[in-house]
């Protein structure tokens, strides 16, 4: 596999935020700043974007990579996107051009042995993104029941035999927690195998592993939060655009989008609008665009994005 993380869609999404000199730019997840890197060669010669990661693994990185080629033109922060109300005027940046979203994790993480997010890399159950908040998942695995694991593997991660894998979580840490990464993928996979008469392109664990990394660092709330902050923040001709990779997080984006764009939000009962809320988003993708077979062949981790993109009315 090569080494690093590919950025998903990267001509569309610079098509589709365009950016431009002068401008004025947000990277909500940097990773290894791949789309950075080509939003700031594109915003040549005096564009400036602000790149924030929860994890500290990702600044570090990119600022080793990406400060000595653009200078002051970057600024980078570690912070939580559910915090970017804050956090961007903090930076200068309150009146932005453009805001990306590229939702999940990155290749690094998967790859890091110590953080457990993936079942082939192995490593301790952890899956925070940022280790200094919240609790790891093997915390979760050794206190949850089997009704609220059973609930969290429905909820986060639409996982048909959740009760199954649940039970057999609080059988098995009768003997010993269930802290690995490769454990709790073999033992998914001895509960709940896959139908060999129909041949799965993922493992069985992969709902598993989603959602509690989806629970671990409340990633739907995260999103519901930073999308809002980010329309607030964009100037009128803005552009917002976003990449998910899963059901659950596209259907947060689109409904969101959706209401953005309808403004009045008074239920379809009242005669006329109380709520005064005006249209503020306007669609620059009807249906959502998918990577091109090319795409996923090089780079497989592309297979299941979305990308939805809109721009900012005037007020
Ligand atoms: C798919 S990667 C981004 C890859 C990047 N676009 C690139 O081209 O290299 C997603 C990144 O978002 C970060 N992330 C996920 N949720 C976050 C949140 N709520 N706040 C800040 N960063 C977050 C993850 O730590 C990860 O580094």
């Known amino acids: 596999m090569k080494e690093g993380h590919l950025p998903v869609l990267a001509e569309e999404v610079l098509a589709m935020l365009a950016p431009r000199s002068g401008s004025l730019q947000i990277d909500a997840t940097l990773g290894g700043g791949g789309h950075t890197e080509r939003i700031l060669e594109a915003a040549k010669p005096d564009g400036r974007l602000l790149g924030l990661d929860a994890d500290p693994a990702a600044i570090n990185r990119v600022e080793r990579r990406l400060r000595p080629r653009f200078g002051e033109r970057l600024v980078l922060r570690q912070a939580n996107f559910r915090e970017l109300a804050t956090v961007a005027p903090d930076a200068g940046f309150d009146a932005v051009d453009g805001c990306l979203f590229d939702l999940g994790l990155s290749s690094f993480q998967l790859a890091d042995t110590d953080r457990g997010f993936g079942f082939r890399a192995g490593g301790p159950l952890d899956m925070r993104f940022d280790t200094s908040r919240g609790v790891p998942a093997a915390e979760l695995l050794a206190t949850l029941d089997a009704a609220e694991l059973t609930a969290l593997f429905r909820r986060y991660g639409e996982e048909p035999r959740a009760n199954r894998i649940a039970r057999a979580i609080v059988d098995a840490r009768r003997e010993a927690p269930v802290a690995g990464a490769e454990e709790l993928a073999a033992l998914v996979e001895r509960v709940a195998p896959p139908n ?12 598993v592993f989603q959602a509690l990394r989806i629970a671990v660092n409340e990633e739907l709330e995260a999103l519901e939060a930073g999308l809002a902050a980010a329309v607030d923040l964009l100037r009128p001709g803005g552009r917002l655009v976003v990449l998910s990779y899963h059901s659950l ?3 947060i984006v689109k409904r969101f989008f959706a209401a953005e764009r309808r403004g009045c939000v008074c239920p379809p009962e009242l005669p006329v609008c109380v709520c005064g ?6 669609l ?3 249906k959502s665009v998918t990577p091109t077979p090319e795409e996923v062949a090089t780079n497989p981790r592309s297979r299941s994005a979305r990308l939805r993109a809109a721009e900012r009315l005037a007020a």
């Open 196 to 207: 060999p008469r129909q041949p799965r392109r993922t493992h069985p664990a992969t709902r």
């Open 249 to 251: 997080e596209d259907r």
């Open 284 to 286: 620059l993708t009807r």
């Open 277 to 282: 809320r005006n249209p503020r988003l306007r």
